[in-house]
Each structure stands twice: as structure tokens, then as C-alpha cells.
């Protein structure tokens, strides 16, 4: 794909979809295209948080430790996954792994942060994305919670 049509798909992913072209243009020249086979891992938890990517086609699943092989929740495209290690500069949460044939854009470190401290509209976009999945984690451990406390009762 050239850098003119990636380009033209960032743009078309809400989180860069009111960068100027010259921008969108300079983040496909800086990002790597890379496309994952039904389920290998785009990274482990605990691996080092080095990159974030943008799913462009496909989908993805969410594992973390406590749930083995079954993924907590699926993400699919314009979703931006990888970035919470790279803002906590801590190691990775969860283990992402391709569901599916998947493409992304893979943007290192040193590019996700420059986006987000020259744009504003990207830092609120990823900030909405966080709150949201804490959202949906918190709904997930009160479900739990509360199937817990009704096993606990003995009502099964």
C-alpha cells in the first residue's frame, strides 16, 4: 500500500480523522504496517510496552492472566490497543493475540507520544477509550462480584 492510500485510511480512523494530510501522511511514514494470522500474538503480558497499534482490518482478542485462553473482550477496527503500557511506562496488561487474519499499524513509543502531546483531539480521543474500557473492566469484576456473593449464599 502506498503512503498516500495509508494515509487516506488513517484518515478515515476517528481518532486521526481531523489531522491535516500533511500529519496523516507523516504518521503513516513513520508507523510500520504489519499483518498478524489467525491467533499469533502481537505482544504478551508482561512483555515491554514499545509500540501501540491501530487495527486497520480485522479483529483482535483481549487475554490477561486471570483469564487463560478466553479473552475478556474482542477489539476490532480503528481500535487503538497497546497504548496503556507505553502511557504508565509499565510492561503489558494483557496479551493481544489476532483473531483472525488482522492488519495494523504498528506506532513506536516515541510516535504515539508526540501525537498525543501535539494534539489535543487525540489526547481526549484516548482518554474517552481508557475511561471506557475501565467502564467495561469495572462492570466485568462487579458481574463477577456478584456471582461470587450468590455462590457464597449458596444459591447456584
Not at 14 to 31: I, R, V
Not at 64 to 70: A, I, K, L
Request: some cysteine.
Amino acid at each position: 500500500m502506498s503512503l498516500i492510500a495509508e494515509a487516506g485510511v488513517l484518515g478515515k480512523i476517528p481518532m486521526f480523522a481531523n489531522l491535516p494530510s500533511a500529519k496523516l501522511k507523516l504518521l503513516a511514514f513513520t508507523s510500520d504496517a504489519v499483518t498478524f494470522k489467525d491467533g499469533e500474538a502481537l505482544f504478551h503480558e508482561g512483555d515491554q510496552s514499545d509500540c501501540a497499534y491501530v487495527v486497520l482490518e480485522g479483529e483482535v482478542e483481549v487475554l490477561t492472566h486471570s483469564d487463560g485462553n478466553e479473552p475478556s473482550f474482542v477489539l476490532g477496527e480503528n481500535e487503538l490497543i497497546g497504548e496503556m503500557g507505553i502511557l504508565n511506562k509499565a510492561p503489558r496488561s494483557a496479551t493481544i493475540r489476532a483473531r483472525g487474519n488482522v492488519r495494523v499499524l504498528r506506532l513506536t513509543a516515541e510516535t504515539l507520544l508526540k501525537l498525543i502531546s501535539e494534539n489535543s483531539e487525540i489526547a481526549l480521543d484516548i482518554m474517552r477509550l481508557l475511561s471506557d474500557r475501565l467502564a467495561k473492566t469495572l462492570h466485568k469484576y462487579e458481574e463477577a462480584l456478584a456471582a461470587l456473593r450468590k455462590y457464597q449464599q449458596g444459591d447456584t
